[in-house]
């Protein structure tokens, strides 16, 4: 916009830093387009610029004229994003899984931001577009300069187009601008070296300013500001099928069966669906890393998304490791990186060996989109177990929670989980995809009607009738037993009874989140018994499963009760998903999973389609 003379302001940007970029810059940065005016001409002649910069403000991928309104602020409805250029599009860092070889540090300093390069053709896609408007009549001894200050000013670096490529300066936060660049209007690039992880530190958004001046009063500045947010790193919820399911592949018999059997259901399903496996002899591919996405308009318009794949690396701290301090299957995220694949780790330490179960990403869910009380989530909510204030030495790691708290879409809800031996919210809730109005179920452990069901039976005379035929626990055990054995066991029915008052106050917490009524709520039955840290599963956890698409999940066999041929638990939750279209496909996890205290969603993670809503139609 042009800016009357009173309406000059004095700069943010130190004179020095102008004056360094005039001496490292050369002809490229300011010239006077052959401009023949005297001094004394300049010294009087009137000083009017056009000050006009423009970014993508109505977000329809195309900077013009209608970004104009609002340029300076950002709301729901207006205001231009950048990505955090983390990728790797051409594939140039180096990878290993050897802390030996990189540290973890090491391995999370290498990306596309890392340089003050625009890494090929890909890369120029990661970056938002400004552009600077002509000033046709911009005099010779007309300079100016785009900017970024404050905390935003180490976390961007700026482009401007010459001769039809991006170039970076010196200075990242600053480009110089000549005379001739100012009559003929310019285009800038900007990228994020980092996500928004500590609002105190940095909020995610980005001042850029357009300073024009002159030559001979540098101090006086006429000035465009347009303000940009960072998109934020947005978790998938399971209303969208899956594209990539992964697992973590161990060179076992156990482990090869149930990668086959994983594999069969998913080509079966209909479903694009790839199938990674990864060679690590980490058991817990949900546990040690989390997909995720972040996503701007996509350039040239069409309202579609230009998306980067996030991969969270958990936050898992190994005691006494200085180099390498994180969990080591976690490096899978740096093996991802790649063409719009991004890695991210934060962690902290000197946290408590206990609390490190909290950060395992099978910790940290995502409920589901919904509205209550006229407030919309259209994203959906964060869902995170943690200890109770009173357990300060049991919490997630907080520069974890920082970060995910300062993506600011999914806020966050949390449960108490610290009752549980794993501690993890995937443990007694899940959700699926509904042809309900609220659009979703929430599936929800429920020990009591387990006990009730066995209850049943034995009164059915089928007291004797045995559970877990055929397995084993650890060392060799027989894990049978009797109906009657179960119900008689005065360990496994206090287990059951505090566990169903720990899930009736997670199941009261997420009702006043969300409003869910007993009609959205499948209760999903199986046996709790007590290990030495608190209470894990006796049967299967079936509501830890793998929700693939609208008609499918993968759940643990429970090798419950058979009657009349029919295992009682199987039937039980086939039937209370079949009104909502889903089929359950069983597989196997008691030796390699269930012993180890989780099941099929534990054993696996997925990468999912990106919702149709875009995050800044979120309202946050």
Known sequence: MSLPPEQRVTSCVPLGVLLSLVLFSGCSAFDSGNDTSQN????????????????????DGVVDAEDEAGEDAWTADRGAIFLANIDDDQELCAFSMSSSILSDDALAACNDARDSEVNGDEDLLDLARLRVERWADAPGYAVGSISVTGPASDKVRLFKQIEGE????????????????????????????????DPAEWDGYADVVLSIYHVDRPQERFQDTVRLRVAPVVMFHHLTPVRNVYV??????????????????????????????????????????????????????GGAQHVIQVNYRSANVNWGATKAPLREAGRIVYWLRGRNQAAVQQYQTGMSSESQTLNSLGNTEVIPPYEKDGVKYPLGRLLRGRGPDSEPDFQPDPSFTKMLEAQAVQPPVYLDTSWLAVAHVDETLSFLPADTPRGWIALVADPAQARRMLQNAQAQGHGEAKLFTGMRWPYDRPAEATVSELLNHAGVMDANARAALEIDEQLLILREATGLTDDEIVRVPFLFQNAPNGATALQPGTVNLLSVS?????APDPHGLVIDGKDIFKVQLEEALAPHGIRVHWTDTWDLYHLGGGEVHCATNSAREVPSTKWWESGR
């Open 248 to 301: 973590s592949r161990l060179d076992i018999e156990d482990s090869s069966r149930f990668r086959g059997d994983l594999g069969r259901a998913l080509a079966e399903s209909g479903e694009p669906t790839a199938f990674s496996e990864f060679a690590v002899e980490d058991l817990w591919a949900q546990d040690y890393f989390e997909p995720a996405y972040m996503s701007m308009p996509r350039l040239e318009g």
């Open 166 to 197: 991006f170039v970076s300066f010196r200075i990242a936060n600053v480009l110089p601008l000549s005379a001739k660049n100012l009559r003929e209007g310019v285009n800038i690039a900007i990228e994020a070296n980092d996500i928004a992880r």
């Open 550 to 554: 609208r008609s499918l999940v993968i």
């Open 40 to 59: 004394s001409d300049r010294l009087t002649a009137p000083f009017e610029p056009n000050v006009n910069l423009l970014a993508d403000v109505n977000r």
